[in-house]
């Protein structure tokens, strides 16, 4: 599938990747992107509940997991039939980090993959999914959650690795996940939240 990005898209992720860079930040994002990042946040959250909460908090803990999984997998799908190129193996200027260091891509940079995993990003879908289902389980947590995505998503543009547009889906699909295993959850209890964290 050719995929064109669009004139605005172009210029947030430069604003993103390009404009806004310090050293505090270089050494920040890489772990706002990491998987540890989202899992360590959550698995804080699920230590200080379980005395609250009890055994509904392995119950929570699935809800979370089948979301996550499925905000994975399903981006990983589309991912394979779009074929997007990532913007750090497109665009000329472009930061990024590989083996721990960071790099810019020369101003003469001339892309020559014709196949990429840039869209919808995973990162972001996950992090939007994990997000929606703690947000709905645990109401404590509605002030700071929506932070997670967000810093995620932002930090997938500082690392060069997805376009805005990408990040926007991928939050997208995270959500449509997380909502499609909270409505399973709940038709398959009767449509309560009993026996479920904050229910």
Known sequence: MNFMTPPWDLALFEFANGVFRNSLLDWLMPLFSSAM?????????LALGARRYGRAQWVGLLILVLAVGLADGGTNLVKSATGRVRPLNALAQTYFIEDGQWQQRPADFVQTKTDGSSYPSAHAANAMAAAVVIWLLWPGTRRYVWAM?????????????????????????????????????????GGDRQGLPGG
């Not at 990042?37 to 959250?45: E, Q, R």
């Not at 939050?171 to 959850?185: K, N, P, S």
Request: aromatic share 16%; no cysteine; glycine share 12%.
């Open 149 to 189: 995505p967000l810093l995620v998503g932002w930090s997938r543009l500082y690392l060069g690795k997805h376009y805005p547009t990408d990040v926007l889906m991928g939050w997208l699909f995270g959500l449509g996940a997380a909502l499609a295993v909270w409505t399973v959850v709940k038709l398959l209890r």
């Open 37 to 45: 990042f989202l899992w360590v946040l959550v698995l804080t959250g």
